[in-house]
C-alpha cells in the first residue's frame, strides 16, 4: 500500500514519521527509511536519537544508491566494479572509435577529452530521465531536417551501451539493475530476508527520476507499506499550475500511478495542515502561510509584519522607505515590468527574521523577486 504524508514546510512530517517507526519498533517490527544520499549520516544520528539503544536496530536507513548496492548484493551483481567520471568518458571514445565511419558531425571531437566528459554526462541525465539509445533514436528520427545531431548522439549512446552489455558498471545503471533483480526475485516468489515484513518510509525527497520510480515499484510490489512524505499543501493539482507546491503535486499523482501500475493500493493521503516549526514565532507564522496560500492574517503579537495594499510601484516602495528606516536585512519586491531586475528597498532589523523565513520556505510567488539589502554606507 502507498501512503501520502502531505503538508507543508514545519508541519511535523518527518516528526510523525519517525513515531510511527518507533511504533512498530516497540511491537517487534522492523523499518526501513529512505532518505537522500546527503542525509543518511544525519538520520543514523536522528535514529538513535528518537528510539535509543534498545529500539534503534529495528530500523536500517539507507539511500536509494546504498539499497540499491544491499540488493544486488543479496541477489547478484555487487561485486562488478564500477566505472569513474573518467572511465565513463573513455567508453564514450571506444563508442566514438568503432562507430567512427558512421558518425559525421562529431568524428572530429573522438579525441577530445571535454566532448566525452560531456557526452558521458548527458548520457547520464538520458538515462535518468527513463530513455534508451534506441528510445532517443525514434525520438530523433522525427525531428525532420534538424534531426542529424540528435541521431549521432543515439549512435553514440547505443555504442556505450553495448559496449557496457548490461553488465551494471555504470553508477547510473545500478538502480535499474537492482530493481530487475527485485522483480526477478518477486517472478521467484522470493525477497531478500532484509526486505520481508518491512515498511518502507521515505522522507526529504521532491522528485524521484526514472531508475528510482524502477526500484520504487518493485518495493511497492513486495513490501506490505510504502509511506512517502512529500511537502505538499493537498490541494489538487490543476493544469499549468505552477505555485509553490506544484513539482510535489505531479511527484504524488506520479506515485499513485506506479502504485496502481505494480498492483498496490493507493490510501487516502494524509494532511498535515498545522505550522508546528514556528508555532512559538507567529511573525513567522505568518510569513509561512503568505508564501504558502497568498493571504495570512498577522497576529497582534507581531509587529514585525505588515501588509498594505499599495496602488502601484512606486507607493510600493515608498511604505518600505517610511516604515523601515535604515538597517540590514532582505525584502522581496516586484520586478520590473519586461524582466528587468528587481526594485531594490532598505529593510528594518526586524524584517531580517522574516526575511530569512522567506529564503527558508522558497517563495514560489512569480511576480516577486527575492533581493538582500544593506543600508548605505
Known amino acids: 500500500m502507498l501512503q501520502l504524508l502531505l503538508g507543508g514546510s514545519g508541519s511535523g512530517k518527518t516528526t510523525l514519521l519517525y513515531q510511527r517507526i518507533r511504533a512498530r519498533a516497540e511491537k517487534g517490527e522492523k523499518s526501513i527509511l529512505l532518505v537522500p544520499e546527503q542525509f543518511t549520516s544525519s538520520t543514523e544520528g536522528r535514529i538513535y536519537r528518537e528510539l535509543g539503544d534498545a529500539l534503534s536496530g529495528m530500523v536500517e536507513s539507507f539511500s536509494f544508491t546504498s539499497l540499491a548496492e544491499k540488493i544486488l548484493s543479496t541477489e547478484g551483481g555487487a561485486a562488478v566494479q564500477t566505472l569513474s567520471d573518467a572511465g565513463r568518458a573513455v567508453l564514450v571514445r571506444r563508442a566514438l572509435e568503432e562507430l567512427q565511419d558512421n558518425v559525421h558531425y562529431y568524428h572530429r571531437h573522438r579525441r577530445s577529452a571535454a566532448f566525452c566528459q560531456m557526452a558521458a554526462q548527458t548520457i547520464d541525465e538520458l538515462k535518468s530521465a527513463g530513455l534508451s539509445g534506441q528510445q532517443l533514436a525514434q525520438l530523433a528520427g522525427a525531428c525532420g531536417a534538424e534531426s542529424g545531431k540528435l541521431s549521432e548522439l543515439a549512435l553514440i549512446f547505443q555504442g556505450y551501451e553495448t559496449l557496457l552489455a548490461r553488465s551494471g558498471m555504470d553508477p547510473s545503471d545500478r538502480l535499474e539493475l537492482a530493481g530487475a533483480r527485485l522483480e526477478e526475485a518477486l517472478a521467484r516468489h522470493s525477497l531478500p530476508e532484509f526486505l520481508r515484513d518491512r515498511a518502507v518510509f521515505i522522507d526529504e525527497f521532491d522528485t524521484f527520476n526514472a531508475p528510482k520510480k ?143 523565513a522567506v529564503r527558508k520556505d522558497r517563495c514560489g510567488l512569480p511576480r516577486y523577486r527575492q533581493v538582500s539589502c544593506r543600508s548605505p554606507v
Do not use: I, M, Y
Not at 271 to 278: E, I, W
Not at 296 to 312: D, I, K, Q
Open 214 to 356: 524502477r526500484l520504487l515499484g518493485a518495493l511497492l510490489e513486495a513490501l506490505p507499506s510504502v509511506t512517502v512524505a512529500l511537502c505538499d499543501d493537498g490541494a489538487p493539482l490543476l493544469p499549468g499550475d505552477l505555485s509553490l507546491f506544484s513539482g510535489a503535486k505531479q511527484v504524488a499523482a506520479q506515485l499513485r500511478q506506479l502504485a496502481r501500475k505494480n498492483g498496490a493500493e493507493a490510501a487516502v493521503p494524509e494532511l498535515l495542515r498545522t505550522d508546528l516549526r514556528h508555532r512559538n514565532a507567529p511573525g513567522l507564522a505568518a510569513v509561512t502561510e503568505l508564501l504558502e496560500t497568498g493571504t495570512c492574517e498577522v497576529p497582534p503579537a507581531a509587529p514585525e509584519v505588515r501588509l498594505f495594499a499599495a496602488a502601484s510601484r512606486g507607493e510600493d516602495l515608498g511604505q518600505l522607505h517610511r516604515g523601515c528606516p535604515g538597517g540590514r536585512g532582505a525584502a522581496f519586491c516586484r520586478a520590473q515590468p519586461g524582466g528587468g531586475g528587481p526594485c531594490r528597498c532598505r529593510c528594518h532589523p526586524a524584517a531580517d527574521a522574516a526575511g530569512c
